[in-house]
């Protein structure tokens, strides 16, 4: 049997610190992702998120499995560099070269960020999450 508690207001066992829930649902991620990007391709764990496609070398679409309410949620992404060099990994997300992000998909490109490097490179992992509301 289901049950649904409701509060407004969630607080220590002394009342010292309390959280309202409009801030604890704002402040969670909606979706997340951990994904490998070199030898096999693939999600290695995640919430909300029912696929990774690679569309080639650093270039990433990662799909939620419920949507978001709109296009303007926050991201943020990490992906790890290799483990010799000076390598220094930057990722660029959907809405650079006249695309445009959805409340279901996002692409990114994970970029060399190194002095003097160019182009796109597969990272050994990627990490990213997603805030904003639920549809």
Same mark, same amino acid.
């Given at each position: ?5 409701? @509060?407004? %207001?969630?607080?220590? /066992?002394?009342? +010292?610190? *309390? ?12 979706? &997340? @992702? ?17 696929? /990774? ?10 799909? !939620? *499995?419920? /949507? ?5 949620? $926050?991201? =943020?992404?990490?992906?790890? /560099?290799? *483990? ?8 660029? @997300?959907? +809405?650079? +070269?006249? !695309?445009? !992000? %959805?409340? %279901?998909?996002? !692409?990114? &490109? ?7 490097? %160019?182009? $796109? ?5 990627? =990490? ?8």
């Amino acid at each position: 049997m289901a049950s649904i508690l409701r @509060v407004n %207001t969630l607080t220590d /066992a002394s009342s +010292n610190n *309390s959280t309202a829930m409009s801030t604890i649902n704002q402040g969670t991620a909606k979706s &997340w @992702v951990y994904l490998k990007g070199t030898d096999t391709f693939g999600i290695q764990d995640s919430f909300n998120t029912t696929s /990774a496609t690679d569309n080639g070398t650093g270039d990433y679409t990662t799909t !939620r *499995s419920n /949507a978001l309410s709109n296009d303007d949620y $926050a991201t =943020s992404g990490i992906p790890s /560099a290799a *483990s010799t060099g000076n390598a220094h990994y930057n990722f660029i @997300v959907e +809405n650079q +070269n006249n !695309r445009t !992000r %959805t409340t %279901t998909a996002l !692409r990114t &490109w994970i970029l060399n960020a190194d002095y003097g490097s %160019t182009g $796109a490179v597969d990272a050994i992992d990627y =990490s990213m999450t997603f805030m904003g509301d639920l549809a």
